[in-house]
Every structure is written in C-alpha cells, then in structure tokens.
C-alpha cells in the first residue's frame, strides 16, 4: 500500500441532542447526531404523535369507508 494516502482513523464519541454518547472509529474528527437508540420512539416504546391542524381527523374522515371493511 502507498504510505500517506489513506486518512488519519480517529477514536471518538458521537453525541446526540439528548445527551447520550456513543464511542465509535470514524475519520471524522466529531460526529453530532439528533436523534439515538436511547431517545428515538422505536426503541423507548414512547410514541409522540403530534397532530398539527387535525391531519389525523382528517385522514380518518377521508379514509373512514375503506378502514371499517
């Protein structure tokens, strides 16, 4: 292999918005992240379900006659 071409492998610590860390080898000197295992709705079992100008109600509306079949 040619020496000096491939980038320099760095040990850090990902952080998400809600605090939690994760160590991982990247060549990134820093990785921030939004969301994680530790805060997404999958993997805590808490679903928020944001409903904005009665979008649910209206699909409910539109689609009643095909969900009660």
Sequence with gaps: ?????????????A???CGNGVEL???NKEIKVEICSACHPFFTGKQKLIDTAGRVEKFMKKYAKTLNK
């Design 15 to 17: 952080t998400c918005a």
């Design 1 to 13: 292999m040619k020496s000096d071409i491939h980038p320099e492998y760095n040990r850090i610590v």
């Design 25 to 27: 080898g990247t060549v």
